[in-house]
């Protein structure tokens, strides 16, 4: 029986954004403080669309990772270029937002999902 359980506990999420000039610098780092391993990572990065995400200076927009062991951290990063034209969709409020789900396999097999939003403040 696989299920999807919001998790708190497990996987820590850091992240520090930076912007410069017409650039969005993020940087995440996951941390596993447990004793324990996790698998099978799925990193997933949604941007709006007037975001556009730079592939050269950047992670995969989808990341696999066979485990993060106990103890340890990985770092990873995204360079987004802000478009000059902006459209907003005002009745959405979901699209200046931008969202990284986490999914993976606690030591018991369970499946897991952690999700994080980051709100733009953008003109």
Do not use: A, C, H, W
């Amino acid at each position: 029986m696989e299920t999807d359980i919001e998790d708190t506990k497990g996987i820590l999420f850091f992240k520090n954004i930076k912007t410069v000039g017409n650039k969005i610098f993020l940087y995440f780092k996951l941390s596993n403080p447990t004793n324990y391993n996790f698998k099978d990572l799925q990193i997933t990065l949604k941007v709006p669309t007037y975001l556009k995400y730079l592939k050269k200076e950047s992670f995969p927009k989808f990341l696999n990772l066979n485990e993060l062991k106990q103890g340890s951290i990985f770092k990873f990063n995204y360079v987004l270029k802000i478009d000059k034209n902006i459209t907003k969709n005002l009745s959405d409020p979901t699209v200046d937002e931008i969202k990284i789900d986490i999914y993976y396999k606690d030591p018991f097999n369970i499946n897991r999902k952690t999700t994080k939003k980051i709100d733009l403040l953008l003109p």
